[in-house]
T-cell receptor
């Protein structure tokens, strides 16, 4: 089974709808991240969380919110989806307790289309 | 964070070495150099990282210029599976890993 899973993998929705993307991990990591990828722009950080009680805005948090329900779960919400939020969304995790390098592990991505 | 510059795309023949350059002229003394790659239809994956000395692992080698203003990711024998977008990222230390991924270099491997 994959260590970082994302649901759904694909979603088509309409403008104005509320959408939730979910991320779960079995790696036991305390740090979790949400990124957005647009063609030709690489990945941009939306939100990140270093533990259950910690939530931080990333580079492009406007229009998004997150919830860290447990150490293993980190959800991304679009309260009122708009077409320019059409993108590929990735969740990632890393282990903040390691003294060495804290590699980020990415999920398979969720492709979201807002019509 | 300091900015990195990479070529948009590169091509290589299978089983030949590949040198992927990255310029980071504004790097600070404490910035680590990270490389990730993204295979088609997958999330990014870690390749290698370093600070000052050249680094080797099972996937690749990282050659860092003496002035640290540039680095090169070396794939010793490219395979078709190495076709991916390669990202060079600078990040202060290992903490607060809110990476900023630029467009990266799209590597094509020809059979």
């Amino acid at each position: 089974d994959a260590d970082v899973t994302q649901t759904p993998r694909n979603r088509i929705t309409k403008t104005g709808k509320r959408i939730m993307l979910e991320c779960s991990q079995t790696k036991g990591h305390d740090r979790m991240y949400w990124y957005r990828q647009d063609p030709g722009l690489g990945l941009r950080l939306i939100y990140y969380s270093f533990d259950v009680k910690d939530i931080n805005k990333g580079e492009i948090s406007d229009g998004y919110s997150v919830s860290r329900q447990a150490q293993a779960k980190f959800s991304l919400s679009l309260e009122s989806a708009i077409p320019n939020q059409t993108a590929l969304y990735f969740c990632a995790t890393s282990d903040g307790e390691l003294r060495g390098y804290n590699e980020q592990f990415f999920g398979p991505g969720t492709r979201l289309t807002v019509l | 964070d300091a900015k990195t510059t990479q070529p948009n795309s590169m091509e290589s023949n299978e089983e030949e070495p590949v040198h992927l350059p990255c310029n980071h002229s504004t790097i600070s003394g404490t910035d680590y150099i990270h490389w990730y790659r993204q295979l088609p239809s997958q999330g990014p994956e870690y390749v290698i990282h370093g600070l000052t000395s050249n680094v080797n692992n099972r996937m690749a080698s990282l050659a860092i210029a003496e002035d640290r203003k540039s680095s090169t990711l070396i794939l010793h024998r490219a395979t078709l599976r190495d076709a991916a977008v390669y990202y060079c990222i600078l990040r202060l230390d290992n903490y607060g890993q809110n990476f900023v991924f630029g467009p990266g270099t799209r590597l094509s491997v020809l059979p």
